[in-house]
Nanobody, 115 residues
Framework: QVQVVESGGGLVQPGGSLRLSCTAS????????VGWYRQAPGKQRELVAS???????NYTDSAKGRFTISRDNAENTVYLQMNSLKPEDTAVYYC?????????WGQGTQVSVSS
């Protein structure tokens, strides 16, 4: 069974930065498309950024220019660097690893942006 684990969340002031990390067992991340999603209270889960094995990157409009997704194959880790954070970025952030019909989710990490 594949386990996906997120880390790096926390409380930060508006304008601050956080770097989220996503790792997985069986060293699968370099073989899967990885997406960072978030879910705020009372809202649907939404895709924030994704990175394919071929290096194609997509961001939701609200993340463009502020967030950067990257992969370190040697460390089997995918990062989400988040800068210029806003209160509306507050959510639980989830990592998803997907390849064909296989899809694995982590338990999420809380990001709170507040003064």
């Amino acid at each position: 069974q594949v386990q996906v684990v997120e880390s790096g969340g926390g409380l930060v002031q508006p304008g601050g930065s956080l770097r989220l990390s996503c790792t997985a067992s069986n060293r699968i991340l370099n073989k899967f498309t990885v997406g960072w999603y978030r879910q705020a209270p009372g809202k649907q889960r939404e895709l924030v950024a994704s990175l394919t094995t071929g290096g194609t990157i997509n961001y939701t409009d609200s993340a463009k220019g502020r967030f950067t997704i990257s992969r370190d194959n040697a460390e089997n880790t995918v990062y989400l660097q988040m800068n210029s954070l806003k209160p509306e970025d507050t959510a639980v952030y989830y990592c998803n690893a997907q390849w064909l019909v296989s899809s694995y989710w982590g338990q999420g990490t809380q990001v709170s942006v507040s003064s």
